[in-house]
Nanobody, 124 residues
Framework: QVQLVESGGGLVQAGGSLRLSCAAS????????MGWIRQAPGKEREFVAA????????FYADSVQGRFTISRDNAENTVYLQMSSLKPEDTAVYYC?????????????????WGQGTQVTVSS
C-alpha cells in the first residue's frame, strides 16, 4: 500500500508558477505509475499529467501541455508537478495518485491510491 501527501499549493497571480510535491510512503513507490489530477469548484475531477515508473514516458492533458511538467525522484519517493504560466482556470484542488498499472493512464478509476489534495488558487 502507498500513502501520498501533497504539498506546495497556495495562492499565486496569473502568469506565476508553483511547484507541487507528492511524498509517498512505502518501498514500492518506484513500481507505480503516478498521476496528478485536479478538481475545480463545482466540477468533476480531471486528469492533468502522468508519468511511468521510470520517468521515461509522460503525457499531459491538452489544457496544461507546454505549461506544466511532471517529474519524479524514485530515490526520494517523490513526484513533482511544476506549473508555469498559471491561469485562473487552473484553480483547483490538486491530487496525486498512484496506479499499479505499468502503462500510463488518463482514466481516474485506474488509480489505486490517492492523496488528500492541495489547493491551488490563481488570481486574475
Amino acid at each position: 500500500q502507498v500513502q501520498l501527501v501533497e504539498s506546495g499549493g497556495g495562492l499565486v497571480q496569473a502568469g506565476g508558477s508553483l511547484r507541487l510535491s507528492c511524498a509517498a510512503s512505502g518501498r514500492t513507490f518506484s513500481t507505480y505509475a503516478m498521476g496528478w489530477i485536479r478538481q475545480a469548484p463545482g466540477k468533476e475531477r480531471e486528469f492533468v499529467a502522468a508519468i511511468n515508473w521510470s520517468g521515461s514516458s509522460i503525457f499531459y492533458a491538452d489544457s496544461v501541455q507546454g505549461r506544466f511538467t511532471i517529474s519524479r525522484d524514485n530515490a526520494e519517493n517523490t513526484v513533482y508537478l511544476q506549473m508555469s504560466s498559471l491561469k485562473p482556470e487552473d484553480t483547483a484542488v490538486y491530487y496525486c495518485a498512484a496506479s499499479k498499472l505499468r502503462y500510463l493512464t488518463r482514466l481516474l478509476d485506474e488509480y489505486d491510491y490517492w492523496g488528500q489534495g492541495t489547493q491551488v488558487t490563481v488570481s486574475s
